[in-house]
């Protein structure tokens, strides 16, 4: 067997072993897109800060106190000995080293992409909705994560909240999810951003789909949200979708 170009590093839901949060899904769906051959290393959880730290890769995110916060995804690219902490900047890298595959950012939108990249994980992180999302973590694992989440984000996730309640919190993802779709609006023929076209900017909305897929509860009832938006981009993307 020979060695995969790349090796990425995702992280582990609770078993069957899978993809579930957003950014290293943005990460596989590029990786599938462009065709690159790659192999994947799972990563519990709890164990992302000793990986990232024994990669030597720095931290690419701050806890608003400050603190280094260790994220994956990451690649580690064999063939050019390049190691890459960041999916943004993972889709860069690809496009650069890779290409003769197909491209996911025109050169004339790495700007651009980087700001849709930004917009698209405030409106899907707006506060006061978390806990309509349920991580597929284990026991121990879920009880971290949450506790970090309070601690460092004051994000109450988690928490068990009255049918009452949901209902009317589903109704403000919902509304959140406005302006995002307003967007897509403006290439009504879809199912992508710019119509017939796939650019990364749609895996960029895909992995956080991907993520409310697996951890949603309502998901069947999102897809038609926004005249079906959200089911229609996911269902394009499904031929990138898969994990190896
Ligand atoms: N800007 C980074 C953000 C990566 C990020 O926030 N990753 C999250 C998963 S979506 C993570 O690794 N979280 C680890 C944790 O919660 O301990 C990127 O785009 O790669």
């Given at each position: 067997?020979?060695?995969?170009h ?8 609770a ?7 957003p ?22 959880l ?19 106190d400050g ?10 690219d064999?063939h ?16 650069d ?21 930004q ?9 006061g ?52 779709a ?13 119509g ?9 909305v ?15 009832e ?17 031929k ?5």
């Amino acid at each position: 067997m020979t060695t995969p170009h790349i090796t990425f590093y995702d992280i582990a839901s609770a078993a069957p072993v899978r993809t579930f949060a957003p950014n290293p899904w943005k990460t596989r769906l590029a990786l599938n897109y462009k065709g690159v051959d790659y192999e994947t290393v799972f990563v519990p959880l709890m164990d992302v800060e000793k990986v990232r730290r024994d990669l030597d890769v720095p931290p690419c995110r701050l806890y608003p106190d400050g603190s280094s916060f260790y994220t994956l995804p990451i690649i580690r690219d064999h063939h050019h000995q390049i190691i890459k902490g960041d999916s943004f900047d993972i889709a860069l890298y690809l496009d650069d080293k890779y290409p003769h595959l197909p491209r996911l950012i025109p050169p004339s939108s790495i700007s651009i992409h980087a700001a849709f990249n930004q917009f698209v994980d405030t409106v899907f992180t707006r506060s006061g909705v978390s806990h309509l999302f349920k991580m597929p973590l284990d026991a121990t694992t879920i009880q971290v994560f949450q506790k970090k989440m309070m601690d460092k984000f004051n994000i109450p996730w988690g928490m068990v909240t009255t049918a009452e309640q949901e209902k009317k919190d589903v109704e403000t993802f919902k509304s959140n999810l406005n302006d995002l779709a307003n967007v897509f609006r403006c290439r009504d023929e879809g199912p992508f951003l710019e119509g017939a076209c796939l650019s990364y900017a749609d895996l960029i909305v895909g992995g956080w789909l991907m993520m409310i897929e697996e951890t949603f509860s309502k998901w069947d009832e999102m897809r038609g949200w926004h005249g079906g938006l959200w089911g229609r981009l996911s269902d394009a993307l499904d031929k990138y979708k898969e994990i190896n």
